[in-house]
C-alpha cells in the first residue's frame, strides 16, 4: 500500500506564498514522475507542475516564474514554494506520484488534496 499525503495548503492573501508537501508513504521501491495538479470548482484538474526523479522540472504556462517545484528523494517528499498568489491560483492542489513496486511494476498514485485560498 502506498500513500501520498499532501499538507500546507490554507487561506493567504493575493501576493502571498505558499508551500505545499506531499510525502509518499509505504511499499516503495523508487518514485519516477511526481507532479502537482490543481482543481478549481466547475473546472477540471490540470497539471501546474512536474519534475522527474532527476530533478528536471516543467510548469503550467500560468505559473512559470512564481512556483517552484523540488523534491527530497531520500524523504520521498516533493514540494510547491508557491510565490506572488493570485485569486485565480486558488483550487484544490493533489499531489501524484509514479511509484515503483518490489515487483518492478509501476503505478499512478493521487494525493487526497489540500486546499489553496488566496483572497483579493
Known amino acids: 500500500q502506498v500513500q501520498l499525503v499532501e499538507s500546507g495548503g490554507g487561506l493567504v492573501q493575493a501576493g502571498g506564498s505558499l508551500r505545499l508537501s506531499c510525502v509518499a508513504s509505504?511499499?516503495?521501491?523508487?518514485?519516477?514522475?511526481m507532479a502537482w495538479y490543481r482543481q478549481a470548482p466547475g473546472k477540471q484538474r490540470d497539471l501546474v507542475a512536474h519534475i522527474t526523479s532527476g530533478g528536471n522540472t516543467d510548469y503550467a504556462d500560468s505559473v512559470k516564474g512564481r512556483f517552484t517545484i523540488s523534491r527530497d528523494n531520500a524523504k520521498n517528499t516533493m514540494y510547491l514554494q508557491m510565490n506572488s498568489l493570485k485569486p485565480e491560483d486558488a483550487a484544490v492542489y493533489y499531489c501524484y506520484a509514479d511509484i515503483k513496486d518490489w515487483s518492478g511494476r509501476y503505478h499512478d498514485y493521487w494525493g487526497q488534496g489540500t486546499q489553496v485560498t488566496v483572497s483579493s
Open positions: 509505504g511499499t516503495i521501491f523508487s518514485i519516477n514522475a
